[in-house]
Nanobody, 124 residues
């Protein structure tokens, strides 16, 4: 089993930036490919960004292209989501996900483990 715990969510002003963290435990972090998804109220969960087990390449969802960066620190068993130029439509619960594979993936079905989510609210 892999346990994932997101943190770093909160209230941010539109146009601002925020970094979310996801700490993993239970399995060797370096063996996991990782991704971030988000779900706004009344919306389906959507893909944000993902990173391979080796740290690259990364893939971005269409709605966040150019505004997000994913990185991982294997020493800290943590994957990060850096978001910039935040828009009100970015408000959502953000989830990190992990899969026991090398390649990054963009679909929810590709992932084996999920965190509980962290709320991001964007004021305008």
């Amino acid at each position: 089993q892999v346990q994932l715990v997101e943190s770093g969510g909160g209230l941010v002003q539109a146009g601002g930036s925020l970094r979310l963290s996801c700490a993993a435990s239970g399995r060797a972090f370096s063996r996991l490919a990782l991704g971030w998804f988000r779900q706004a109220p009344g919306k389906e969960r959507e893909f944000v960004i993902a990173i391979s087990r080796s740290g690259g390449p990364t893939y971005e969802g269409d709605s966040v292209k150019g505004r997000v960066t994913i990185s991982r620190d294997n020493a800290l068993n943590t994957v990060y989501l850096q978001m910039a130029s935040l828009k009100p439509e970015d408000a959502a619960v953000y989830y990190c996900a992990a899969r026991e594979a090398v390649a990054a993936a963009t679909t929810m079905a590709s992932y084996d483990y999920w965190g509980q989510g962290t709320q991001v609210t964007v004021s305008s």
